[in-house]
């Protein structure tokens, strides 16, 4: 089965500073790897995905996103934030296999600071 | 990528009662996604939607509590029935995306049950 944990519920962070989203998963298959934000009041948007090729993955709105096999691992990550980026996001695993159904992790809070 | 409209955006319904979410795509779709997303919570897969065909549920959710509907490629209706205060969640209707791996989004309902 699969699972995927995101290890801060919650990030506080000022604006301009860098900022890591942490995620790591389980699987004993291929999966493919996504990051969704969902902004206030809103559905969830999809930032970035990896799916194969190179490990470095970049999104919109200036996020990335790096892939670890060994470490089971997709850190987002971000150089530098804006008060806009105010969110929670949510990493998402899916099998390749299977890649319709989804596997959500809890969500990190981020909350940006002027 | 596919637009979703949802609605409603959002209610609040007396225990007991049932209520219909509707999910409009701006382009047909073969598969059509329903998730529930519990306060302070990741996101669940309740059930896959195929036009022509019975819905597949997830385990832990059945036909009787949470119908729906696929009656074409562009959309489909979610019923909570018979409604409790633990069904209290957002729903979300998702699609696939058209360029293959990944989710669209539509904005959620938001449902209190009083």
């Known amino acids: 089965a699969q699972s995927v944990t995101q290890l801060d519920s919650q990030v506080p962070v000022f604006e301009e500073a860098p900022v890591e989203l942490r995620c790591n998963y389980s699987s004993s298959v291929s999966v493919y790897l996504f990051w969704y934000v969902q902004y206030p009041n809103q559905g969830l948007q999809l930032l970035l995905k990896?799916?194969?090729?190179?490990?470095l993955v970049k999104g919109i709105n200036g996020f990335e996103a790096e892939f670890n096999k060994s470490q089971t691992s997709f850190h987002l990550r971000k150089p530098s934030v804006h008060i806009s980026d105010t969110a929670e996001y949510f990493c998402?695993?899916?099998?390749?296999?299977?890649?319709?159904?989804?596997?959500f992790g809890s969500g990190t809070k981020l909350n940006v600071k002027p | 990528s596919a637009v979703i409209s949802q609605k409603p955006s959002r209610d609040i319904c007396q225990r007991g009662t049932s209520l219909t979410i509707q999910c409009q795509v701006d382009s047909q779709v073969t598969m059509m996604f329903w998730y529930r997303q519990q306060p302070g919570q990741s996101l669940t897969l309740i059930a896959t939607a195929n036009q022509g065909s019975e819905a597949t549920y997830e385990s832990g959710f059945v036909i009787d509590k949470f119908p729906i509907s696929r009656p074409n490629l562009t959309f489909s209706t979610l019923t909570v029935s018979n409604m409790s205060p633990e069904d209290s969640s957002i729903y979300l209707c998702?699609?696939?995306?058209?360029?293959?791996?990944?989710?669209?989004f539509g904005s959620g309902t938001r449902l209190t049950v009083v």
């Open positions: 998702s699609v696939s995306t058209g360029t293959g791996v990944g989710y669209t």
């Open positions: 998402a695993v899916s099998r390749t296999h299977n890649f319709n159904k989804f596997y």
């Open positions: 990896y799916l194969s090729g190179s490990t």
